[in-house]
């Protein structure tokens, strides 16, 4: 007898083609902009189909924001628990981070919430939930579990974990954001800004 294949439930597969396709929408036309007509419209699907599976636009726009962030949250998940070596852990994460940040798609999406959330503010609940607090509290629970097995000293994770990410991430993105295409980083920067701020973290928090 052959083995069952693993498939995604026909319900679920055509969520996720709608949510991949206002994604793309959102960031041609931002979220005040998108309606679920055009959503509908371009998915090839009925409204009624459309908020059967999403009750609001703000719930699309969750579903949307989730997928990205889930994408990258697994890469992280795997790399903290297949790698003792907290440099190591740091510099995959750090690295991995910044390219999501600094992608057209991850600055662009950013720009949305910034503009947005004044008038909707859900949707910065949402991103800050789906994305920064997520991994937030990932990282800090490595930095907990590197603690207690004498790798790391930690006695505040979330506050180390908090001054980590802001140290990779803060000053390219805002630089980005500010001035957009001023200076692009290359390869061999990223690397370099990553190993330096792993460098800085583990001298404070490193086992001498």
Do not use: W
């Amino acid at each position: 007898m052959r083995p069952l294949e693993h498939r995604v439930p026909r319900g679920q597969k055509r969520r996720e083609e709608i949510a991949a396709i206002a994604e793309q929408i959102f960031l041609e036309l931002g979220f005040a902009e998108t309606t679920m007509q055009i959503v509908a419209t371009r998915a090839g699907a009925s409204k009624e189909t459309l908020y059967r599976h999403f009750g609001c636009k703000a719930e699309l726009f969750s579903e949307v924001m989730n997928a990205r962030c889930q994408r990258f949250m697994t890469g992280a998940a795997e790399v903290c628990a297949h790698e003792n070596d907290p440099a190591t852990v740091l510099a995959a994460i750090g690295s991995a981070l910044l390219d999501l940040i600094l992608s057209p798609n991850g600055l662009a999406m950013y720009r949305i919430v910034v503009t947005e959330t004044v008038r909707t503010p859900e949707l910065g609940h949402i991103f800050f939930n789906l994305g920064p607090n997520r991994l937030l509290a990932q990282v800090s629970d490595y930095l907990k579990s590197m603690t207690a097995a004498g790798k790391l000293n930690c006695p505040q994770p979330v506050l180390a974990a908090k001054l980590f990410l802001g140290a990779v991430s803060s000053s390219h993105q805002m630089r980005e954001l500010a001035i957009p295409g001023v200076e692009i980083i290359g390869e061999e920067e990223k690397k370099m800004y990553v190993d330096e701020a792993v460098a800085m973290f583990l001298a404070r928090y490193g086992r001498p």
